[in-house]
């Protein structure tokens, strides 16, 4: 007997000017019902198949909204000539408004290199390869955002939720 699953994920970001942007995903699929009794473990994977999706596609819809965002409002924002607009100015605690944190800080670095150490058959360049794949950019050049839907990924082929080659090959989970 079929059963519906419904997973969702909601997030939200500062703008420049006590803005915010925020976006929310929700994804309901039937699965066979007997899992819950039968296969937890089965369950529970398909559990986290729809969250990585869910909080990929979050990810996604803010970085392409950020973007769009900060390029028509460009509102006490300076451009840089590389890359997306940045805000002028700090907020104060050290993050810059409207590009959560700016650019991957070094400990998300970290954590996923030290994350592709524990996959098999990933490795450095590999990584690199994952990042500009999902991101068209390498891993130096991400945003926090990225790093942090880059480490979600991670996790997911990790526990054996999404498969290394497909991620690579840029199937969806």
Do not use: W
């Not at 409207?98 to 670095?109: D, F, L, V, Y």
């Amino acid at each position: 007997m079929p059963m519906k699953l419904n997973v969702g994920i909601s997030k939200k970001i500062g703008l420049p000017d006590y803005g915010s942007l925020g976006t929310t995903c929700n994804v309901e699929v039937e699965v066979d019902g007997r899992l819950i009794f039968d296969d937890l473990d089965g369950f529970h994977q398909k559990v986290r198949q729809a969250y990585v999706a869910c909080a990929q596609a979050v990810n996604d819809e803010l970085c392409r909204q950020q973007g769009s965002t900060s390029d028509a409002a460009n509102n006490g924002v300076a451009a840089t000539p590389s890359g997306p607009a940045t805000p002028a100015t700090p907020n104060g605690n050290g993050h810059r408004n409207g590009t959560n944190g700016g650019g991957a800080s070094q400990k998300q670095i970290n954590y996923a290199n030290q994350l592709a150490g524990q996959i098999n058959g990933l490795g450095v360049r590999r990584l690199e390869a994952l990042a500009n794949k999902m991101f068209g950019k390498p891993m130096a050049g991400m945003s926090s955002l990225d790093a942090s839907g880059l480490i979600d990924t991670l996790k997911a082929i990790k526990a054996g939720n999404l498969n290394l080659n497909a991620a690579l090959d840029g199937a969806s989970v």
